[in-house]
């Protein structure tokens, strides 16, 4: 009896350990068994929170993520820095175990690929936007990252890694606002990828692009965009985003950015510090289309500036009840989730990317390098958090 016992006492830890290993290091999905999965012997390098108050710690012995058949392995070499990064430590949320990893975009190039995964080779250099925030495999602040292939980009050799961590989250974002959330048809050029959204017969009928670009037909006929908090990130690539797809943008940023914002697209740039001569230029404008990128009194603000009956895209929060049932505005958030959650949206998306970023009808947006490494991402984003970033994204290589 007492064999029996110990016999059953030394499985139940196995089993125990085996669990712990597969939550906190890397496990592959539940989806797969757990006999293709052997226990990582190479270890790497990640920026782990050991606690949900932080810091983010620097560790040398955090195993590769194991990958299944349908995914892919991508040793990063630069990672984007993302307000949501140092926001689930300050304000508590997001972090679902310890230890964890953050992180929401990198670049880098193609480790190992997954036995069904057609499109990637190794040795490619990628972009990779992880929105999946359970899955601490597919977090981007540690050197080796499991992800998707319809969440990963081809990264023409033209754009460094360095160029290709600021696309991320900013554009999945913006394209999601745009073609998405506002259903604004995709610019002709990327006709390969499928239409996501279709226009309601009240909204807007912009006109399309050229192959170059560049808009046809009479320039001032083409609808107004306006986008509050143009200089984020998010921003900025829905300004190109909308340029492209033939709306006219008013950007509403600090006037430092304007000269950027012009270069990216936007027709106009407005003092985010005058919200009340932003709406009534807005107004004068009759504008119908709206995203803002910033919170609910700026969203407020936008939904105040729009037509009545016109549409707003929010990235943080809806704007004041009263004030969309008042302007009987269609109001809606951005969902960046659909990214990984629907493989159709996701591949359409990256394949507008790579199309746009060959063309160069797509660019990234300025940066600025934190040097040292991993060990540098608290630093960047202590440095985030303090709000002196305008108009470019912090970049961490992957030394």
């Known amino acids: 009896m007492e064999i029996i016992v110990a016999g059953f006492l030394v499985a139940i830890i196995f089993i125990t350990v085996l669990l ?16 293709e999965y052997p226990v990582p012997k190479k270890p790497a390098r990640a920026a782990l929170l050991l606690s949900k108050k932080g810091p983010y710690t620097l560790v040398h012995d955090w195993p590769r993520p194991q990958i299944s058949s349908k995914e892919v392995l991508i040793r990063n070499r630069a990672i984007g820095l993302n307000p949501i990064d140092w926001k689930c430590v300050t304000y508590g949320f997001g972090v679902y175990s310890i230890p964890w990893i953050s992180g929401r975009e990198a670049a880098g190039v193609i480790e190992e690929i997954g036995a069904e995964v057609r499109n990637f080779r190794k040795g490619d250099r990628v972009w990779v936007t992880s929105t999946n925030y359970r899955d601490n495999r597919t977090s981007t602040f540690q050197e080796f990252i499991a992800a998707s292939p319809f969440n990963v980009g081809h ?3 033209f754009i460094s890694f360095d160029e290709g961590a600021t696309l991320g989250v900013g554009i999945v974002a913006a394209a999601g606002a745009l073609f998405d959330s506002l259903h604004i048809p995709w610019p002709q050029q990327f006709e390969a990828s499928p239409p996501i959204g279709t226009l309601s017969p009240t909204s807007p009928q912009p006109s399309i692009s050229d192959q170059d670009g560049k808009p046809h037909g009479n320039p001032d006929s083409r609808p107004w965009i306006l986008i509050w908090g143009a200089s984020c990130v998010t921003g900025m690539m829905a300004t190109q985003l909308a340029h492209q797809s033939n709306l006219r943008v008013l950007g509403v940023a600090s006037l430092h950015n304007t000269s950027q914002l012009l270069g990216l697209g936007a027709e106009k740039v407005l003092d985010r510090h005058r919200p009340e001569e932003v709406i009534a230029e807005a107004q004068e404008l009759r504008i119908s289309l709206a995203i803002d990128c910033v919170g609910q009194e700026t969203a407020t603000y ?16 809806k704007p004041k009840v009263e004030v969309i049932e008042k302007k009987g505005l269609s109001v809606t958030d951005i969902l960046i989730k659909r990214f990984h959650e629907d493989e159709r949206y996701g591949s359409a998306l990256v394949a507008f990317v790579e199309r746009a ?7 990234p947006v300025k940066y600025e390098i934190i040097e040292g490494g991993l060990e540098a991402v608290e630093e960047g984003l202590r440095k985030l958090s303090e709000g002196g970033v305008s108009g470019e994204k912090l970049v961490v290589k992957v030394v």
């Open 302 to 317: 936008a939904a105040r500036a729009l037509l009545t009956g016109g549409k707003l895209a929010y990235l943080v929060k």
């Open 357 to 363: 970023l060959v063309k160069r009808t797509l660019r």
């Open 20 to 35: 712990y290993r597969q939550h906190s290091r890397g496990a592959a999905p539940a989806d797969d068994s757990l006999s």
């Open 155 to 157: 990264l023409p050799d």
